[in-house]
């Protein structure tokens, strides 16, 4: 079974600073498996970024995704008031068929 | 664009069984696509709990396999999702979500508003 863990848990930034959100996978991944997701206060978690580093429809290219191997980032380039929110990489384990998602990061205002 | 709504009781008493529907918007089903369960206890994080292809195939979290069983209606757009034997730390949102509209075909899009689920006697 992969294990994501995200770091940090919780990230405090000002409005139009740069947030990095880290994905660590307990095994080497295949890069088309790694997704990140956004969830607001109250909603359903929206899918931003898929095979590590491809934007979802009418995301907004200040959302950038990279990595390779088990390490993986999410970059907002300078944050939005609506980018504070959590967010939670994903990954597929194809030889089990099975989902995993890491706990979590929470981007705060500072 | 495709549309999701979970439903279903909000109570469930302990050892009992949890059973929730999500409707599809029409036309939806294709082989393209599979369909999956994703819970959210309060406060927590998310859970995947399994999916369903259009022709039945399944695939299940292994922590919950022995309890869950996923199932499909396409004649009325529904998916549905059974629990079994629930307990208080069965209490979550329950979502439902489209999966495999995207390159490698392992990722949720788009999701449910979720339906809330509370375990208690």
């Known amino acids: 079974e992969i294990v994501l863990t995200q770091s940090p848990g919780t990230l405090s930034l000002s409005p139009g600073e740069r947030a990095t959100l880290s994905c660590r996978a307990s095994q080497s991944l295949d890069n088309l498996y790694l997704a990140w997701y956004q969830q607001r206060p109250g909603q359903a978690p929206r899918l931003l970024v898929y095979a590590t580093s491809s934007r979802a429809t009418g995301i907004a290219d200040r959302f950038s995704g990279s990595g390779s191997g088990t390490d993986f980032t999410l970059t907002i380039s300078r944050l939005e008031p609506e980018d504070f929110a959590v967010y939670y990489c994903q990954t597929y384990e194809r030889s089990s068929a099975v989902f995993s998602f890491g706990p979590g990061t929470k981007v705060e205002i500072k | 664009q495709v549309q999701l709504q979970e439903s279903g009781p909000g109570l469930v008493k302990p050892s009992e069984s949890l059973s929730l529907t999500c409707t599809v918007s029409?036309?939806?089903?294709?082989?393209?696509?599979?369909w999956g369960w994703i819970r959210q206890p309060a406060g927590k994080g998310l859970e995947w709990i399994g999916r369903i292809y259009p022709t039945g195939g399944t695939d299940y979290n292994p922590s919950l396999r022995s309890r869950v069983t996923i199932s499909i209606d396409t004649s009325k757009n529904q998916i549905s999702l059974k629990l079994i034997s629930v307990t208080g730390a069965d209490s979550a949102i329950y979502y439902c979500?489209?999966?495999?509209?995207?390159?490698?075909?392992?990722?949720?899009?788009?999701w449910g508003q979720g339906t809330p689920v509370t375990v208690s006697s």
């Open positions: 029409a036309g939806s089903f294709t082989n393209n696509f599979y």
């Open positions: 979500a489209r999966g495999g509209h995207c390159r490698g075909g392992s990722c949720y899009s788009p």
